[in-house]
Structure formats: C-alpha cells, structure tokens
C-alpha cells in the first residue's frame, strides 16, 4: 500500500497533521492555494504565518496542485475552514477514490444549509461512500501538536474500519487517537464548543474570575448536549473528547482564536476589527449563528447561546448579557429531575 498521504490546506491545523503524519513515517503531500506558502515549506520547511518558526519535516512536500495532491494517495486529511469545505471539496471531485481513506477535521457548519462538514462532503463527493466519511475531533491545539506535546483525539466514522485505518494512520507516543461511531455528536460538539469559548474569552475579559468560567463550560456543556441530541448525537459522546474534552481546553487555553476573540471583545473592539486582527479563522462566530437558527428548528432552549447572539450580533452589552442569564427564570439543573419518573414499581 502507498505511504502517501495528503492534507488540504495548510492552515494551522492542516500543518499540525501533516507533521503527525510525517512522524508516522508517512509522505505527506500538503496542499495550499497559496503558492508563497508553497515554496516556503518546501525550501524552508516552514511555515511561518501559522505556526512561527518551527521546523517542518522534510517528508512534508506542498503544492497547489490538488490532482498531485490526491495521485495515488492512501487517505486525504481535508481541515479547510467550514466556510469553505464545499469549495474545496468540488476541487477534490475529479481526483478523489473511493478507495482513498477521507478525514476531515473541521469544526464549524455551513452557515447557509446548517450541514455539518460530513454532509457537505458527502454532497460534493457522491463517487464516495458518506458512511465511510470520519471525522477528526477533540482537543487539540495545532501549536501544542507541532510541539508534540501529548494530545488526545477521537475519529469518527459510522464504518469502523474506516476509523480504524485513521486511527493507524495517526496514531503514535504523543498523539492518541480513540475510535467512536459517532458522527453526529463529534461533529457538532467539536462545532458548538466554539461558542462557548467565546463566551469564555468574553467572560474572562470582564474580569469574572473562576466560578463564572466553570459555570459557562458547564451549563454550555448542557446546552451543546442538548442540541446535539436533538440532532442525532450519543448523549455519552458529550462527555468525551470531542464535548467536555474540546470545551475545556478552548475555553481555558491561550492558544484558542474563539477565547482570545471574546477576550478582545470584552475590551470594546468591535466584531470587524477583532477578527481582522486575529488573521485566522474563528469558527465560533459563524456557528453562534447556526446554533441560534438550529436551536429554533430544533426546539432547544440555549440561553448562552442565545446571549452570546445578541452580544455579536444586535449590539447587546456582554455585561448585559450576563446579567440576563443570571436573572433567568429558576430551573432544574437535570431536565429528567422535572419529569415524573415512570417505573414499573411506581405504574
Ligand atoms: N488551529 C487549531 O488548533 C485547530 C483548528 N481546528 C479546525 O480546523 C479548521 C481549520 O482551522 P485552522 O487550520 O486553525 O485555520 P487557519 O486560520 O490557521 O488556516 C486556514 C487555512 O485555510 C485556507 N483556506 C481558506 N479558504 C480556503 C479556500 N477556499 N481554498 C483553499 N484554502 C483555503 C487558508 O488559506 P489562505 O492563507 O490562502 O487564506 C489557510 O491556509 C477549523 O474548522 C478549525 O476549527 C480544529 C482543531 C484544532
Ligand atoms: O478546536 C480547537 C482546539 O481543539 C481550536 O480552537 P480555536 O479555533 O479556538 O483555536
């Protein structure tokens, strides 16, 4: 079997999992539009606006060539933004197998359909078997993977052996990888948890300290578990990697674009201005978006959500919000707790 493998695009992210891979003794061909960016990592190997001045290895080859990129490769890694998943997913149409092994590791919807990645590829792909799709969740700083600190993840797939056959793939000391059949629940927990980091940048930017963040990571906890049922997810893959794993290191971490955007936020810049200045995507604030409009389809109260919304996007104070969702209405912390429990002793 060929030792090539293929990332798209060389993002942050997309440069943290080729450099996995390449550990893995695999060759990694890593795609980018930008043919500056290209030349750099294949000369310099490098790739300095995403990831400063680490050194790359060398079984990294770039190109702006996508049937290059996806000529005779055992498994293609696609960690495009979600804004433009469907672009490049047309731009693998013509090249792509279906013997090829198809990860992608974007968090985020489409902000039009509300699809999650896997359907958008499914779509764009229909020579690909959508059940073989997996995904790539968890928490995972691109900047503490290059560093190989030690990281663990979760693939999803509803075919187990095409999580299996990633999981070889990347798998090694530093980087563990866990299986789940999950799809539904790794994709939107690796998406909502976004939202919720925001709020936390947001949260910490005003100075709240503590108890309100384990509040937020929490009571978000519930509502990212409750859409994400709602919508098809293991109520368990919540409480995994991909759910509170994800949520407490975006939340907590100096690395997350999401945290450092509501931090910024907190300190008067407007929306525009702090997602200029940050140059890398910030998925969160697409998805406060679709989880306001999916919240609705769904029927699922989210209040942070909801506040984080208005914050955004109707010129809400963050401190009024806060203010809002301490003031709300009393309530159970467990749904089921509110509902008589019908057993068979009690009829
Ligand atoms: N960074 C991280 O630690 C992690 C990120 N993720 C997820 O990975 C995904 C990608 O994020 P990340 O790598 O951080 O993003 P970055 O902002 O670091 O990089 C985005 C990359 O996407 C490229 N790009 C954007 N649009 C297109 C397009 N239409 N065609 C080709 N290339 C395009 C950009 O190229 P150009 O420079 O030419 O614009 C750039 O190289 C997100 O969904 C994110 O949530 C998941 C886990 C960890
Ligand atoms: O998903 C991530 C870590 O698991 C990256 O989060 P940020 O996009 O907020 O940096």
Not at 1 to 7: C, E, F, I, P, T
Not at 52 to 72: C, F, K, N, Q, V
Request: proline residues 3%; negative net charge.
């Amino acid at each position: 079997m060929s030792d090539k493998v293929a990332v798209l695009v060389a993002g942050s992210w997309g440069t943290a999992i080729a450099s996995v891979l390449a550990e893995n003794q695999l060759d990694v061909t890593l795609w980018s539009r930008n043919e500056q960016q290209v030349a750099e990592i294949n000369n310099e190997h490098r790739n300095h606006r995403f990831l400063g001045d680490i050194e790359l290895s060398p079984r990294i080859r770039a190109t702006t060539s996508m049937e290059e990129a996806l000529h005779e490769t055992r498994a293609v890694f696609v960690v495009a933004p979600s804004a433009s998943m469907r672009e490049v997913a047309l731009q693998m149409r013509p090249f792509l197998r279906q013997e090829t092994i198809l990860v992608h590791a974007t968090k985020g919807f489409e902000a039009t359909t509300l699809r999650r990645m896997s359907t958008v590829l499914a779509e764009e792909l229909p020579q690909y078997d959508p059940y073989s799709i997996v995904v790539l969740s968890g928490p995972s700083h691109a900047e503490e993977v290059i560093k190989q600190c030690p990281t663990t993840v979760v693939v999803a797939s509803e075919n187990t052996e095409a999580a299996e056959a990633a999981q070889d793939l990347l798998i090694n000391s530093y980087f563990r990888v866990y299986t789940n059949p999950d799809v539904i629940g790794v994709e939107v927990g690796g998406a909502l948890k976004n939202i919720i980091a925001l709020g936390a940048g947001l949260t910490d930017g005003l100075g709240y300290g503590d108890n309100a963040k384990a509040a937020l990571i929490t009571r978000g906890l519930a509502e990212i578990s409750r859409l994400g049922t709602a919508m098809g997810g293991n109520p368990l893959t919540f409480a995994g990697l991909a759910g509170i794993g994800d949520l407490v290191v975006t939340c907590t971490s100096k690395h997350s674009r999401n945290w450092r955007a509501g931090y910024t936020l907190a300190q008067g810049e407007p929306l525009e201005t702090v997602l200029q200045q940050m140059g890398m995507v910030v998925e969160g604030v697409k998805t406060t978006q679709a989880a306001y409009r999916l919240s609705r389809e769904y029927g699922i109260t989210m209040p942070i959500a909801d506040e984080l919304y208005a914050v955004l996007f109707e010129g809400k104070s963050a401190i009024a919000a806060a203010q809002d969702l301490m003031g709300r209405g009393r309530t159970h912390e467990i749904e089921e707790v509110a509902k008589p429990v019908q057993t068979k002793w009690f009829g």
